[in-house]
């Protein structure tokens, strides 16, 4: 350690006197989350909107993202009939009771009772996991 300074010390640190934290910050954001994305993105569009996937999802997608599913998807609200037909879609069959029962606990995450897959997703687990303790 000798000669050689602590990371934190120079985050931490003052320059002539001046405090680092009395600089004010210029220039453009790296991620523009001030600007809405483009429906259509053009190739020569070389802003990051905050929406591109990072290396880990380019080197390991997720199951959502090889069957061309995204975020936006996941996260937005749906009708519980609507979510009743993804679930049985995709070989989810849920009893109508064991239904009504995760969609009630879905519904409380969210001030105004708006419900999304992941939400319902969520909730089922929770429930399941109940279950299952409850057996044991």
């Not at 523009?32 to 802003?47: E, Q, W």
């Not at 959502?64 to 037909?85: D, N, P, Q």
Request: with cysteine; charged share 25%.
């Amino acid at each position: 350690w000798r000669g050689k300074k602590r990371m934190d010390v120079l985050y931490f640190t003052s320059y002539d006197g001046l405090s680092i934290f009395s600089y004010r910050t210029c220039g453009i954001p790296s991620v523009r989350t001030d600007l809405a994305a483009p429906c259509i993105k053009r190739v020569s569009d070389r802003t990051n909107y905050g929406d591109e996937s990072d290396v880990r999802g380019l080197v390991n997608p997720s199951l959502y993202t090889l069957k061309g599913v995204t975020e936006k998807h996941l996260f937005m609200s749906r009708s519980k009939s609507e979510i009743a037909t993804v679930f049985h879609n995709i070989g989810m069959d849920i009893p109508e009771d064991t239904f009504q029962q995760v969609w009630n606990l879905a519904s409380k995450q969210h001030p105004k009772g708006l419900v999304c897959i992941e939400t319902f997703k969520n909730a089922l687990n929770e429930i399941q996991k109940c279950k299952i303790l409850y057996m044991q």
